[in-house]
């Protein structure tokens, strides 16, 4: 029975049905307790944690890995312990609770560094510059972006790079970094070409406009929201009026100084 309550979760949580896949989640729940199977009962409540975090439902969620991470440590999975950890640092990080997220994380990159999970370390290690940046730590989240990236270089992540280089131009655009900006969010931009992720390549040269703004710079800003308007227009992005309007500003400064 608990086979075909997973079943009937994962086809609700396709079809974006997340109130059907959690009633699901929580039967197989069940049904995995009465039978005793603790890896089994470790997965169903992983899932049905991952399903109230996407509800909202966090207080259920953290509920849920907190079981999880009882049975690993019992288990003595040291890799499985680690991802909950990032698991449950991400989850205070969408319910708001930052403060809270930084122990998980730091407890997960102990376990993490010794298995040399580059695909985790390299999420772990972003996660970590994020949450620096949002706390204008520029030293320390240019660090953990670093990390970062040299985990997602070692396993060959075109997405992980895209993102990192993304998140760590932002964070030299913060800091009045310019110059290393500008480099880190022209690599982003190449990942996000690579990958055809237009939206990502659209978000990198917004950033890089604001940047050629800040120096002064108006043609190359100018190029730069050429391109996004473009993308806009072809993959019809909710950003287009916005950014059409401040590439008419732009023009306009050029032609009425």
């Known amino acids: 029975m608990s086979d075909d309550d997973k079943h009937r979760a994962r086809i609700f949580l396709h079809r974006g049905q997340l109130a059907h896949a959690k009633d699901a989640y929580e039967q197989a729940v069940a049904d995995d307790r009465l039978a005793g199977n603790p890896r089994e009962l ?67 990159l102990d376990l993490l560094k010794p298995l040399h999970d580059d ?57 009045g970094a310019l110059r290393q900006a500008e480099k880190c969010l022209n690599n982003a931009s190449e990942h996000f070409i690579k990958l055809g992720n237009a939206p990502g390549e659209a978000a990198v040269l917004r950033l890089l406009a604001a940047l050629y703004v800040r120096e002064g710079n108006a043609p190359s800003a100018i190029r730069c929201l050429e391109r996004v308007v473009s993308l806009d227009q072809h993959y019809q992005l909710l950003e287009l009026t916005r950014d059409r309007a401040l590439l008419t500003e732009l023009r306009q400064s050029i032609s009425h100084p």
């Not at 695909?119 to 940046?133: P, Q």
């Open 119 to 175: 695909r985790a370390l390299g999420i772990l290690y972003h996660n970590l510059g994020m949450e620096e940046a949002r706390q204008a730590h520029w030293d320390q989240a240019i660090a953990h972006f670093t990390d970062a990236l040299e985990s997602h270089r070692r396993i060959g992540n075109e997405e992980g790079l895209a993102l990192t280089y993304s998140q760590l131009g932002n964070t030299f655009l913060d800091s």
């Open 42 to 108: 470790s997965a169903s409540l992983g899932n049905l944690g991952n399903v109230c975090a996407l509800s909202g439902d966090f207080e259920k969620a953290e509920a849920c890995y907190r079981d999880v991470l009882a049975i690993q440590r019992t288990e003595q999975d040291r890799q499985a312990v680690a991802h909950t950890l990032v698991n449950l640092g991400n989850l205070h990080i969408g319910a708001g609770r930052p403060e809270k997220a930084r122990p998980y994380y730091l407890e997960a």
